[in-house]
């Protein structure tokens, strides 16, 4: 089990790579998210609320968040682990 949290947070940190990337070529599914995917990509709920003005926005926010709290996740996983 020790090895399954560490590989749990690379995940997270290649999905939110993953949407950087995304957004950076403009990946429609990113910009302009379907709305039955509302319980799983939060910018889909700021798009039904407030329009697709501003989804890009938090869309970064929100790959930038996978990123910051997998590599959070990674280096407590990691400590843990000495």
Known sequence: MEVLEPFVCVLGIAFGALLVYGLKHQWHWIYDPPEWMFAIYFPT??????????VPRFAYL????YIVMS???LAGSLLDML
């Not at 709920?45 to 501003?54: D, N, Y």
């Not at 929100?62 to 968040?65: H, K, L, P």
């Open 71 to 73: 590599i959070i996740c």
């Open 62 to 65: 929100t790959a930038y968040g």
């Open 45 to 54: 709920v700021i798009k039904m609320m407030w329009g697709p003005k501003h």
